[in-house]
């Protein structure tokens, strides 16, 4: 199984979309998908896909529930693990929920693609999750704020480990200012810091992007034919093209990054 943590730094520009409808895109590619709720304070992907859980990862946190039990699985042929609001940083967790949270994701089976969705900023529970994470996918829309908020978080993660970052630029209105945003990044990141950034896709700006999101309905489900939709199909293939999707040990690592002190 690989991790793959969806972060953006600034708020608001689409990663829970993006999570979601990149999740039901790898799902119809034939890869077992399990989307995990990593915004620890306000979650919101059940939102998104309209289901109501009965658990979260507050039960895992708990130790009341395995990961496996609070797994949902989704009409959309993707699993969901929904989390709950509130809970403490990641790095505050005792020493017997940190246990259970190891627990609770080693009792894991049967999956190819974990998707983490994470909150905004660059907080330690983001940082955790984006550091302990096989690839890492980068949201940005080509505001200058935005691009601000995800040089920040790269810039974080390259300070840690060289690797390759994947980014998305979203919400595009002009492809010209969406290329000159990312090869500014791009840009940069070769330039001052120790890796590299790749950007895998321009999804245009959309309001049925938006309908879809009222009608808590994935986009790719509602509106499969729109350019949006098959611009984030392509970005999923892009991600998922050229990955090996078995190693337990991935797992393993993972959660030795994700909880070590
Ligand atoms: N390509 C798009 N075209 C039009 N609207 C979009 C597009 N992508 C996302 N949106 C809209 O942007 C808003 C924010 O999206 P989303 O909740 O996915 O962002 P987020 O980064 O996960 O936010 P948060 O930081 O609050 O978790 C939503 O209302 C969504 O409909």
Do not use: W
């Not at 200058?144 to 974080?156: E, F, R, S, V």
């Amino acid at each position: 199984m690989r991790t793959l943590c969806v972060t953006s730094g600034k708020g608001g520009v689409g990663k829970t979309t993006l999570s979601v409808n990149l999740g039901i895109a790898m799902a119809r590619a034939g890869r077992r998908v399990l989307l995990l709720d990593g915004d620890l304070g306000l979650a919101n992907l059940n939102v998104m896909l309209g289901v109501i859980p009965r658990f979260t990862i507050q039960d895992v946190v708990r130790g009341q529930k395995t990961l496996d039990q609070i797994v949902i699985q989704t009409s959309y042929g993707i699993s969901l693990a929904a989390g709950a609001t509130g809970i403490a940083e990641l790095a505050d967790l005792g020493e017997e929920e940190r246990e259970n949270v190891i627990r609770g994701l080693e009792g894991l089976r049967g999956y190819d693609v974990l998707i983490i969705d994470t909150g905004a900023g660059i907080g330690d529970n983001v940082v955790r999750f984006v550091l302990a994470a096989d690839d890492v996918l980068i949201v940005t829309t080509p505001h200058p704020t935005a691009l601000t908020d995800a040089y920040g978080i790269i810039k974080t993660v390259l300070t840690h480990e060289s690797r390759a970052i994947k980014l998305i630029v979203n919400s595009v209105t002009s492809i010209r200012d969406a290329r000159s945003a990312a090869d500014r990044l791009t840009g940069v990141t070769s330039k001052f810091l120790n890796g590299t950034l790749e950007c895998i896709g321009y999804i245009p700006f959309d309001s049925l992007v938006e309908k879809s999101i009222m009608k808590q309905q994935p986009h790719l489900v509602l509106h499969p034919t729109s350019t949006s939709a098959q611009r984030m199909q392509e970005a999923a293939m892009r991600l998922i093209g050229g990955q090996v999707a078995d190693s337990k040990p991935g797992l393993g690592r993972f959660l030795q990054k994700l909880l070590g002190q």
